[in-house]
C-alpha cells in the first residue's frame, strides 16, 4: 500500500511538474492567448510544446506587458544551436548559409529600396537564408529592421517548427520558384513530382518512389546542401574544350569577374570565392556529383543517371555558345562607343550582376534577359527533368533572345 502511494504521489508530481507553463500561469502564454491567439495556438502543435520550451526561452522574459514588447528578444539560428547542434553545425557549412552575404555582395542590393532587402518584401525575403554577422545585424537594425533574424523557421516555419512541414517540398517553393530559379516548377510538372502527387492522391501505393528536393538535395536529412554547378553554371578550373572554356571566360568577364581588358581577376572574383559561389576545383564539383548520382541510383542505374545529368552539362556548354555571342555584340557596341560606359560601371562592358538596372541601353536587360532567365532554364530543366523548361523556357527563349539582340544591334549601328 505505502508503495502504492508513494508510486501516485510520484505519478502526481510528474504531471504536475510536467502539466507545463501553460497551466502553472505562464504570464506570456495567458496574456498572448489574447493578443496572439494563432502564435499560442501553433505553439501548442509543435514538439517544443511537448518538452516545455516555452515563449520565454526563445524571446527572453524582459517584455512583460503591452508597452514594453519592445524588449522582446527575437532568437537566432545560435539559439536554435543551443538544443540543435547536429543541425546548425550542418546548416553552417552549407550553401544556404550564404544566402544573406551573397546577396549583400552584389552592386544591386545596395541600389534598390531597403524595404526589398533588409525589409524582406524582395530579394530579402529569400536571402533571409545565412546566420548572420553581429555587423550585418547592426547594420540591419540601423536601417531599422528588427524581424528576419532566423533562418531555421523558413522550412520550419514558427511556431510549430515542424519536421514533417520541411520535408514537404512545398516547404522550398517560395524561394525556388520564378524567374531565375522555377525549380519547383519544373520538378512539380516533372514525372518526379507527378509521381508525388498521384501518390498523394492515394492513386499510387505508398511505397511507390517518388523524389522531393530533399530527398535529392538533403540526403539522410543533412543541413548541408550544395550542387556541382550552383546557380551560376560556371566553375573553375575551366572545361578542357576550348570553345566553351573561351565561353565560360566571356561570361565571368560580364560577371565583372575577370577584366574584359586584360582576363585578369578583379576583387569581385575573391567576393565570389568567398560565398562559394562557384565550385573552384575539379574535386569539389566531382564530389557534389557523385553525391548526386548515388541519390539517382535509389531508383535509376547509374548508366542512366550518369547519361541524364550529362546532358545537362552539353546543353549548359550549348547555352554558353549562345550566350558569349550575344555579350560579344554588346560589348562591341561599347567598344565602338555606340552605347557609353553608365557612370556606375567599372568598364565599358555589359555587367550582369547589375540585374535589371544594367547598363546604358535597353540591348543591355535584352541579354540579361537571356542570362537570368533563359539560360538558367536550360539546364536547370535537364536536371530537373522537364522537357518543357528547357526548350521553351529556356533554349529557345535565348534563341530568341539572340535574334533580338542581333535586330537590336543592327538599328542602333545604323541609327548612330
Ligand atoms: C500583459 C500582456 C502580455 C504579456 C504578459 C506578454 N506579452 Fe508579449 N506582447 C504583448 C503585446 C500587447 C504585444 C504587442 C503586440 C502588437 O504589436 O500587436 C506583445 C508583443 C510580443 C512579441 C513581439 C514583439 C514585436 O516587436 O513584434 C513577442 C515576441 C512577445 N510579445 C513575447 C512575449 C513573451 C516571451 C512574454 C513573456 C516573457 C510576453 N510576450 C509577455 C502582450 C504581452
Ligand atoms: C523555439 C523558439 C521560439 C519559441 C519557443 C517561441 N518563439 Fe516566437 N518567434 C521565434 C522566432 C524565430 C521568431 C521570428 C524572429 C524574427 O523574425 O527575427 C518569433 C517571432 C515571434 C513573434 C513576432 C512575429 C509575429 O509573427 O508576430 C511573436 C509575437 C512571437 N514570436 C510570440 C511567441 C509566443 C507568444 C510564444 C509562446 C507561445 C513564442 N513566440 C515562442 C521563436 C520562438
Ligand atoms: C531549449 C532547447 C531548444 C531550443 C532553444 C530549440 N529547440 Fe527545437 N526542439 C527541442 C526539443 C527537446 C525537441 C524535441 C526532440 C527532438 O525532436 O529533437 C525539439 C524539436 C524540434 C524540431 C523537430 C520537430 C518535429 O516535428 O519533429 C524542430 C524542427 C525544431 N525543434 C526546430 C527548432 C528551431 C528552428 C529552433 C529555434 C528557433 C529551436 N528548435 C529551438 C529543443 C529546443
Ligand atoms: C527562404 C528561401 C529559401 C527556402 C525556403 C529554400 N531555399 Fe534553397 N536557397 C535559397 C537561397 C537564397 C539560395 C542561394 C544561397 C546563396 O546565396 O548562396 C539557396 C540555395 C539552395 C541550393 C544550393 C544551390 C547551389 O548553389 O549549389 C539548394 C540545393 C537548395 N537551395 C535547395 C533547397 C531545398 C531542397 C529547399 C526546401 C527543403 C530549399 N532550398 C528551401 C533560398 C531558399
Ligand atoms: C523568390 C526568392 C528570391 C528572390 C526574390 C531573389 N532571390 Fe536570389 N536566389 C534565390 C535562390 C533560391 C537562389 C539559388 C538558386 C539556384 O541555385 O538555382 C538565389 C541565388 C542568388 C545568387 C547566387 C548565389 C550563389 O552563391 O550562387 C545571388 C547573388 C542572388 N540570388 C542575388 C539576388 C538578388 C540581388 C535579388 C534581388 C534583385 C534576388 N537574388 C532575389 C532566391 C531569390
Ligand atoms: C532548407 C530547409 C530547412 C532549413 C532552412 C532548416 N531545416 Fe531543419 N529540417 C529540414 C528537413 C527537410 C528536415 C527533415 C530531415 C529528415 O528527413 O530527416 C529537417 C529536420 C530538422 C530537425 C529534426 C531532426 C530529426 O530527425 O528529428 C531539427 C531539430 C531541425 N531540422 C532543426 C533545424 C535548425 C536548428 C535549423 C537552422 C539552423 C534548420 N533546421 C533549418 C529542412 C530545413
Ligand atoms: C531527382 C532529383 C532532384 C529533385 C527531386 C530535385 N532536384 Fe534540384 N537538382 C538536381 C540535380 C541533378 C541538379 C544539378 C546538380 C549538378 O549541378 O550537378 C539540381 C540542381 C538544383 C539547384 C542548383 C541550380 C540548378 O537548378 O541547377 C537547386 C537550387 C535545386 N536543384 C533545387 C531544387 C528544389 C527546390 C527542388 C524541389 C522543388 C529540387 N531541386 C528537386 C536533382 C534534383
Ligand atoms: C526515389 C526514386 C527516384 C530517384 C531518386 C530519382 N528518380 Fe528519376 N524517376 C523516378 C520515377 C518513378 C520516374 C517515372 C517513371 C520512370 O520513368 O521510371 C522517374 C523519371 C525520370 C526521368 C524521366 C523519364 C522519362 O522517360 O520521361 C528522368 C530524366 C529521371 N527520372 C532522371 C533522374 C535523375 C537524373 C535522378 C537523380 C538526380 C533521378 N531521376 C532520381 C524515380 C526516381
Redo the contacts with the bound molecule.
Keep these: 500500500m505505502k508503495r502504492c502511494i508513494i508510486f501516485f504521489v510520484t505519478i502526481l508530481m510528474c504531471c504536475t511538474l510536467n502539466f507545463k507553463a501553460e497551466a502553472a500561469g505562464d504570464k506570456c502564454i495567458t496574456c498572448h492567448k489574447k493578443v496572439s491567439t494563432g502564435r499560442v495556438s501553433d505553439w501548442k502543435t509543435s514538439k517544443h510544446y511537448d518538452e516545455d520550451i516555452t515563449c520565454s526561452e526563445c524571446h527572453g522574459n524582459k517584455h512583460t506587458k503591452a508597452e514594453n514588447a519592445n524588449l522582446a528578444l527575437f532568437p537566432d ?1 545560435n539559439k ?2 543551443e538544443c ?1 547542434e547536429e ?2 553545425e550542418q ?2 557549412s552549407g550553401k ?1 548559409n550564404f544566402g544573406w552575404t551573397s546577396l549583400n555582395a552584389l552592386p544591386i542590393t545596395h541600389v534598390e529600396p531597403d524595404e526589398l532587402m533588409e525589409g524582406g518584401k524582395g530579394c530579402g525575403g529569400c536571402h533571409n ?1 545565412g ?1 548572420k554577422s553581429e555587423e550585418q545585424k547592426k547594420d540591419q537594425l540601423k536601417k531599422g529592421y528588427r524581424y528576419q533574424n ?3 523557421d ?3 516555419t514558427r511556431h510549430s517548427f515542424s ?1 514533417k512541414e ?2 514537404d517540398p512545398k ?2 517553393q517560395q524561394c525556388h520558384m520564378g524567374y531565375d530559379h522555377p525549380q519547383y516548377d519544373m520538378w512539380d510538372s516533372s514525372k518526379h513530382g507527378t509521381r508525388y502527387f498521384v501518390k498523394e492522391k492515394g492513386n499510387l501505393p505508398k511505397e511507390a518512389s517518388a523524389p522531393t528536393c ?1 530527398f535529392c538535395h ?1 540526403p ?2 543533412t ?1 548541408a ?1 550544395k550542387t556541382a554547378w550552383g546557380f551560376l553554371g560556371v566553375r573553375l578550373p575551366l572545361p578542357k574544350d576550348k570553345q566553351w572554356a573561351s565561353d565560360q571566360v566571356t561570361i565571368l568577364k560580364a560577371l565583372g569577374v575577370l577584366n574584359p581588358e586584360t582576363g585578369e581577376p578583379t576583387p569581385r572574383l575573391d567576393a565570389v570565392k568567398s560565398v562559394d559561389m562557384v565550385r573552384l576545383t575539379a574535386e569539389d564539383f566531382n564530389k557534389e556529383r557523385n553525391k548526386m548520382i548515388s541519390q539517382c541510383t535509389h531508383c535509376h542505374s547509374k548508366n542512366y543517371a550518369q547519361t541524364q545529368l550529362e546532358m545537362g552539362d552539353k546543353m549548359l556548354q550549348k547555352s554558353d555558345r549562345l550566350m558569349a555571342e550575344g555579350i560579344e555584340i554588346v560589348a562591341k557596341l561599347y567598344k565602338d562607343r555606340i552605347i557609353k560606359k553608365p557612370e556606375h560601371y567599372t568598364f565599358a562592358y555589359p555587367d550582369l550582376l547589375f540585374f535589371k538596372q544594367t547598363g546604358g541601353s535597353y540591348i543591355d536587360q535584352v541579354l540579361f534577359r537571356m542570362f537570368m532567365k533563359y539560360r538558367m532554364r536550360t539546364y536547370q530543366g535537364v536536371f530537373h527533368a522537364n522537357p518543357d523548361y528547357t526548350y521553351w523556357y529556356g533554349w529557345a527563349a535565348m534563341t530568341k533572345s539572340l535574334g533580338e539582340i542581333k535586330e537590336l544591334d543592327k538599328s542602333m549601328r545604323a541609327t548612330h
Excluded: L, P, T, W
Design positions: 539560428e536554435c544551436g540543435h543541425q546548425f546548416f553552417a544556404h537564408m546566420i532566423n533562418s531555421c523558413e522550412c520550419h519536421k520541411a520535408q516547404a522550398c530533399q538533403m539522410d536529412g543541413h546542401n
